[in-house]
């Protein structure tokens, strides 16, 4: 009967778990709290979400740490309950098997034909309507491609399946727009404080001299191929490795003891 | 786990029970079908379903009946399992209580701010991202105001929020097209056949003779005011609410014994 079930009325987060701790856990409480607020949402009290993450973080080194918080039980057919009681859900989750060398050489990925639909209202928001994510990453098989990139409805070059996209076009790094679609990843906001927001079109993207993804548990891979297309491991999107690299490290610190 | 939960992976039907017996079964699981094919989720067996209503459903006589549908556990992140084992949900829910005159002297309607985002890949399919309907619904509280209607990003008149539309002019029945986004229920496809489904402009709504609502549970609702314009429940409105009422009462007779 939960509203999250029934409508996907709800937000979710994904955390990597490394030396036992969420990297970013400040950011992502900020996250969580602002995506509720976006679907009017109460935000569960961080506290008891540390509570529940040290619980299943005991003996674990490097795990993934997925929060889901619903607008819970109730309310009349769509017509959200006032006030809402949410549901929380803290989950462990095995570290997923990524190469390391996908971080280092790059990793080929395609071009999705499931489009975006255009969503001011829920636009950057990690909520659990996904259907779109879930039919693109049905469109391939082949397990040397490791993401595909997303157009909205018109076009413009949004985001990866999982992951947000990143290109370097003289030495400028841009990241697409998400106020019309998208999800807005906490290891893109590390980024996109210091690159310009735009709207891509695909030649545009084509053109770039480095691209690169990030998600909160790649941290980041160049993309070292786009249907057929070749790029190199450029200079920006190495130091940008090494810089979340560092800051994924140190963050571990912000999880409450 | 579930990835109805995670991603509102999953399809979903609201049935009319009167009688103790499910309304249009037949027309139900043939659009249940056709909506886990939209997705790639394997049916479930109609045989299967007709068993769980009809345990839930000993001694109901009016009640409202819900199947959820999922991908069911698994999968690498949004990449679906393949094959998958769906999860099949059947819920039994109160009548909700509708003033028999809402169906009788029409109801009063708003134009919604929150737009539906266009997916031609999901149009029509009644899945379980439902985001944008609970927006819509939370725009309103006042209860004299039973429903909203809602446009696409390019402003055309889509449908309800839990119902589809039609309107009547020069005695021609019309009612959107569903092939960028919204959801086509039961209802709609019994008078849609004798419809012309066309792109509707706000003007072109406004400007209508006759206005109706129709779904699985409300039959079919007269619009007889639009953000306080005034619209009367007309012929054509009144033939089709009659041959609804007699087609729901025949159709129990679909329910497998």
Redesign the interface.
Known sequence: ?????????GV?RTMAVSNGKPEFWLKHMAKLTADCAA??IPAPDAAALADDARQLLQGESQAVLKI?V??GLGG?????P?PATPTRIV?RAHW?AYRPEMATEGVAVRLCD??????P??AGVK????????????EW?DPAIAEGLMRD?DGRVIEG??SNVFMVKDGEVMTPDLTR?GVAGVMRGLIAESARVVDLTLSELRGADELFLTNSLIGLWPVRQLDGQAYAVGPVTQRWAASLAKLRATSRDEFPA
């Open positions: 009967m939960d509203r999250g079930l029934a409508y996907g009325d979710f679907l009017g889901i619903t607008r009349r057919g769509y017509k959200p006032d989950m997923p499931t489009r975006l639909g255009l969503q209202r829920l909520h659990l309507n996904r259907l779109e994510q879930v039919l693109a990453r049905d098989s409805s399946v999982m679609c």
